[in-house]
């Protein structure tokens, strides 16, 4: 049999007036110049990478840049979730400040989330704001972080807590990254994408369901529609509420319950994406219990995260200590837990619950 080809580069808009850009998705998009093209004129670029990917993909992208900048400078910062605080963030303002960048300076962030996030939120304060492109090289940072201009990073205390919406100049995806990734990233990245269907898109989780096997096996046809079709719901979700004053928090299902078992596990132990896809399954009980959808959809959604190679079951860090850390999300409102339900297949919305409710949910959901 032929090997799978590989499908021409696609672009996918996200129109928010004059903070508008594109996201461009291709295999080897890295290396092609038309990338590049158009982004704002400086004399220096910074990328921002970390101890995993720069040795795989730093080298790619300072070939490609060193035609636009006089000089391309770079930052490597350790690698992982565990070390996405000030003090990592710091060693970017480090670098910014050694090497004398102007406010004109781009930034590039090439890595998963956890490097988009910080570079997102350096470029945000550096010198009160300089322009910043997205360069993802995880499915998760393909499909969610990099789009939509959310920057943060953790304290001790609750995820993401400190940061800005801050948006690119640009998000450029290279499928081709994504065949070093190890199964257990690309499966945390396959919660994001399996999550676009339960709250927005149910003829894309169909798709998801009958496409999961090639996805897990990388065909690049399937991961282009993936990403692709990810990006555009993004996209419109952004388009209407870049800053979260209502439809945005739908993107949230599965990280109220999913924050709490990464903050109450220690960030690091279990990946960003498991703990959203267990979350999921959390959110899912959550709306049957609220009578909102039946026992067969949840099955259904918690039977395509388990193919996914997620865990469906939650770690038992006790309802109490649960209820403890969720009352710090950012939907919380006066104390009060607020979670991302699915009112009917394809659709969510945004509700409290009491916690006895909340408390026969993890009583289901953890071990
Ligand atoms: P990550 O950034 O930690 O990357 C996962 C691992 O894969 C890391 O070890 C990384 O070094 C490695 N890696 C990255 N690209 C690789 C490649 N091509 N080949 C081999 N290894 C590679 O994790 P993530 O899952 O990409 O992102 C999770 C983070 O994103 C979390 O901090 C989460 O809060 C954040 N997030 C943000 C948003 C947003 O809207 N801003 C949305 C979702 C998640
Ligand atoms: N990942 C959730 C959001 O971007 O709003």
């Keep these: 049999m032929a090997a799978p080809t590989s499908p021409a580069p696609q672009q996918v808009r996200i129109a928010l007036g004059e903070r508008s850009y594109d996201i461009r998705i291709g ?23 970390n101890t995993t990917v720069a040795p795989l993909y730093a080298q790619r992208l300072r070939a490609a840049l ?9 930052v490597v910062l350790p690698d992982g979730e565990v070390h996405k605080d000030w003090s990592t963030l710091n060693l970017i303002f480090d670098a910014l400040l050694s090497h004398g960048c102007d406010r004109k300076t781009v930034l590039f962030a090439l890595g998963g989330g956890v490097v988009g996030d910080m570079t997102g939120f350096a470029a945000a304060s550096y010198m009160r704001g300089v322009p910043f492109v997205q ?13 939509g201009g959310k920057t943060a990073i953790n ?3 609750g995820k993401n807590m400190i940061g800005a919406f801050y948006q690119p100049e640009r998000v450029v995806c290279d499928l081709e990254t994504l065949a070093t990734l190890p199964a257990r990233e690309l499966s945390a990245g396959l ?12 003829a894309f989780f169909e798709w998801i369901e009958a496409n999961i096997a090639p996805l897990l096996q990388r065909n690049p046809q399937a991961l282009a529609h993936a990403v692709r079709r990810s990006c555009e719901i993004k996209a419109e979700v952004v388009g209407q509420d870049e800053r979260e004053a209502g439809l945005r928090a739908i993107l949230n299902f599965g990280h109220t319950f999913g924050h709490a078992i990464e903050a109450g596990l220690g960030y690091g132990e279990w990946l960003h994406g498991e703990a959203v896809g267990c979350g999921m399954v959390m959110g899912l ?15 259904r959604v918690t039977t ?12 038992d860090l006790g309802a109490d200590r649960y209820l403890e850390l969720m009352r710090v999300d950012k939907k919380a409102e006066a104390g009060q837990i607020r979670f991302v339900v699915i009112e009917r297949p394809g659709q969510a919305a945004v509700r409290g619950a009491s916690d006895e409710i909340v408390r026969q949910v993890l009583a289901d959901c953890t071990r």
Excluded: C, M, N
């Design 304 to 315: 395509l995260i388990a193919r996914a190679g997620l865990p469906i079951v939650g770690p």
């Design 285 to 299: 009980q959550l709306s049957r219990r609220l009578g909102l959808v039946d026992e067969a959809f949840v099955q």
């Design 27 to 49: 295999a080897g998009v890295l290396a092609d110049p038309a990338s590049w093209a158009g982004l704002p004129p400086a004399a220096a670029a910074l990328i921002v990478s």
């Design 135 to 147: 360069v993802p090289t995880t499915l998760l940072a393909q499909v969610d972080s990099s789009v």
């Design 191 to 202: 919660a994001e994408v399996i999550k676009y269907g339960p709250i927005f898109d149910l």
């Design 66 to 74: 060193a035609g636009h900048y006089r000089s391309v400078f770079e």
């Design 155 to 157: 304290h001790p205390l």
